[in-house]
């Protein structure tokens, strides 16, 4: 069984109130509306919480709209509010979207049926805005797992963001620190991708220094990208540093390899 909508209808006016839980009622169902007359109703609803979203009035005999608001957003910051009044200003509707007021509705005869609207497309934006959060917690979450170091800079060079794995590769704790190294020219690297014809993409084996000077071998790719019409470069950084010394290490094998053929080789010539 679906969950009933659980609604605050704030104020004095009870003909208002009525027309307002009406047209609630013909827009969800299942529908519970709690209507608030006074402060310690309010203060007694805020504590309990139970409650999915709020359309109040401005001007109440005991308090505010904006008080309201703040009283609401302080304890349920995600909770959406709705005002529908006829006695604010522009002023006053500025001030409560400043505050984090969904929809400033002016009362009108033919203005009720906006309410339950605006009450829908706020609970729609706050779904949206929860599933944008939780993504972003899993994206945030998965970069720090990944053993590649992913990162992004602007034309000048500076670090915007990085994941763990990046900070960990350089030995910094934070974006500042890294930024603060000089670990590597990315503004000349901007101006170098800049040349290219898309996909704007290098990617180089470059030697680097952790903070407390270590030498690591890493494999640098970096593309040209644009993010709300501002050029920046995504990058990622693989330590390399085993695969180079394997390499080196075959190199030594094949020589030694090498050596010992043409001793044999003379060996046998000279029998």
């Not at 970096?222 to 993010?227: D, H, I, M």
Request: aromatic share 6%.
């Amino acid at each position: 069984m679906t969950s009933p909508l659980r609604i605050l209808l704030i104020d004095d006016n009870r003909s208002d109130r009525a027309l307002v839980l009406r047209e609630l009622q013909r827009e969800f169902d299942p529908l519970e509306v709690t209507e608030i007359t006074s402060s310690g109703e309010l203060n007694r609803a805020i504590a309990a919480g139970n409650f999915d979203a709020v359309v109040t009035d401005f001007q109440l005999r005991w308090s505010t709209g904006l008080d309201v608001l703040e009283m609401v957003k302080q304890r349920h910051p995600s909770c959406p509010v709705v005002m529908f009044t006829n006695t604010g200003t522009e002023e006053v509707a500025v001030e409560a979207m400043k505050l984090g007021l969904d929809d400033y509705i002016i009362k009108g005869p033919n203005r009720y049926i906006r309410v339950p609207i605006a009450v829908r497309h706020a609970l729609e934006r706050r779904e949206m805005q929860q599933r944008a959060a939780l993504l972003e917690i899993r994206l945030q979450g998965l970069l720090n797992q990944v053993k590649i170091g992913i990162f992004r800079s602007n034309a000048e060079g500076v670090l915007i963001e990085a994941n763990r794995a990046f900070l960990e590769l350089l030995g910094v704790q934070s974006l500042a620190d890294a930024n603060a190294m000089n670990w590597f020219d990315l503004r000349d690297g901007y101006r170098q991708l800049m040349q290219l014809s898309p996909p704007q993409q290098q990617e180089q084996e470059v030697s680097l220094q952790k903070s407390n000077g270590n030498q690591f071998w890493a494999l640098l790719t970096t593309t040209l990208n644009t993010v709300e019409a501002v050029a920046v470069v995504d990058g990622l950084l693989e330590d390399i540093s085993d695969r180079k010394q394997a390499e080196v290490d075959l190199q030594q094998l094949n020589a030694t390899l090498e050596t010992r053929v043409q001793e044999r080789t003379a060996e046998l010539e000279a029998a």
